[in-house]
């Protein structure tokens, strides 16, 4: 090749170089302007609590915590319970993209399929709340709960988080001293309990938790139960009640469930989907923190504020909702395979996650008498 023919091959080659180099830089420099052009994605949620209930509050500390590890790239907003549907009507809403999602508990959609009342409504084998999502996520529960929702044609996207303490018996006109003082009373409960207090004896209405106290104030309910002293307290039960039977089984084990409308979930990038777990992983904690939190100082304003006084259930009552339980959940496992087969995984994890921890873990009680005192009294140093 001559002199001049080596010039124009090199300068050939550079143009192609030159070329190709600018259209790699054109591509990258125009690659965020196409993500950026697809805007974010947003998403109108609901919850199945009154603005007030802290049980709301943890739907909107959740969503800001997607919101924000998003960047705003996912955006949700939350609304309070019947916004847009009542309560109940929760699930039909997500599941036919009326919502794209919400925050409630699976025992509000008892009415669909019973076993999902045996994510929190019952004694939880000995289980706590906390006990329950180690099932749900490493003891084959997540499984479970995605066939359970698929054999009601339900197309949701389901996150059982938020291990809530052990709930009251429920608040009443006169203390509970034994099992018989249940019969005959109007009482508000949901899930599975309803079929433990009907066994009990009690003539039982489910109603939302907005719907609690004004039912118990004008007569429709003799007693009731919710769940925790600031629900209690900012739903107005020390208003009507100032009685209060604390420790129950009837649940014993609940969490809370964030929910999806699964075609919007599914459309999500995978990026946006794995800040979802880690988001509800971490709000899941939160809740459980700020729940010791609030409930304390709750628990202790009913008392100097309210008035309200607390009584401890009779082992004789819980005794015998154990023997209630028994019976309502052999009737429904004998109905519903899937109930039993969820049943049995529970009783499985139960033992051997319960017996680690009765032999492992120490009794706090005895820590607490000697630092607090029986009469309440702090220990001086």
């Known amino acids: 090749m001559t002199k001049a023919g080596i010039q124009t091959w090199n300068m050939r080659s550079r143009r192609k170089f030159l070329g ?8 990258i420099v ?19 609590w009154p603005s007030k209930d802290i049980f709301h509050e943890y739907a909107l500390d959740f969503a800001k915590k997607v919101n924000d590890m998003t960047g705003g790239d996912l955006k949700i907003e ?22 794209d999602g919400g925050h409630g508990v699976l025992v ?9 009342a045996l994510w929190g409504s019952g004694p939880g084998f000995a289980m706590d709340a906390n006990m329950l999502l180690a099932w749900h996520k490493y003891g ?92 209690d307290r900012v739903l107005g039960f020390p208003d009507v009640s100032k009685i209060c039977m604390l420790q129950s089984y009837h649940q014993n084990a609940e969490q809370f469930e964030i929910m999806f409308n699964k075609t919007k979930y599914d459309a999500l990038p995978d990026q946006i989907k794995a800040i979802i777990t880690n988001a ?34 009779p082992e004789a009552i819980l005794k015998r909702q154990l023997e209630v339980y028994d019976e309502v959940v052999k009737k429904k496992a004998a109905e519903n395979p899937l109930f039993k087969e969820i049943l049995l995984s529970q009783l499985a994890f139960a ?11 120490v009794s706090r009680r005895l820590v607490f008498d000697h630092y607090f005192g029986q009469d309440g009294v702090s220990k001086e140093f």
């Open 140 to 231: 084959g529960g997540k499984e479970l709960l995605a066939r359970l929702y698929e054999s009601i044609g339900a197309n949701v996207v389901s996150f059982p988080y938020g291990p809530m303490p052990t709930q009251p018996l429920g608040w009443f006109k006169k203390p509970v001293a034994k099992a018989e003082d249940l019969q005959g009373l109007k009482f508000r409960t949901v899930g599975i309990s309803i079929d433990v207090f009907t066994g009990l004896g009690a003539a039982v209405n489910a109603l939302p938790g907005g719907e609690i106290v004004a039912a118990l104030d004008r007569g429709l309910l003799d007693a009731a139960e919710f769940n925790n002293a600031s629900s």
């Open 280 to 313: 509800v992983e971490a709000a899941s904690q939160d809740m459980a923190w700020k729940a010791i939190d609030r409930y304390s100082k709750d628990y202790v304003e009913m008392q100097t504020a309210d008035k309200v006084k607390f009584y401890k259930t």
């Open 108 to 116: 509000y959609h008892y009415g669909k399929q019973t076993a999902l």
């Open 20 to 27: 190709e180099a600018a259209v790699a830089a054109a591509a």
């Open 78 to 99: 939350v609304l309070p319970a019947g916004a847009v549907v009542p309560a109940f009507g929760l699930l039909d809403a997500v599941s036919q993209g009326t919502l």
């Open 30 to 48: 125009a690659a965020p302007s196409v993500v950026k052009a697809q805007g974010p994605v947003n998403m109108r949620w609901q919850s199945t």
């Open 351 to 361: 033992e051997r996650a319960t017996r680690w921890e009765q032999d492992t873990v």
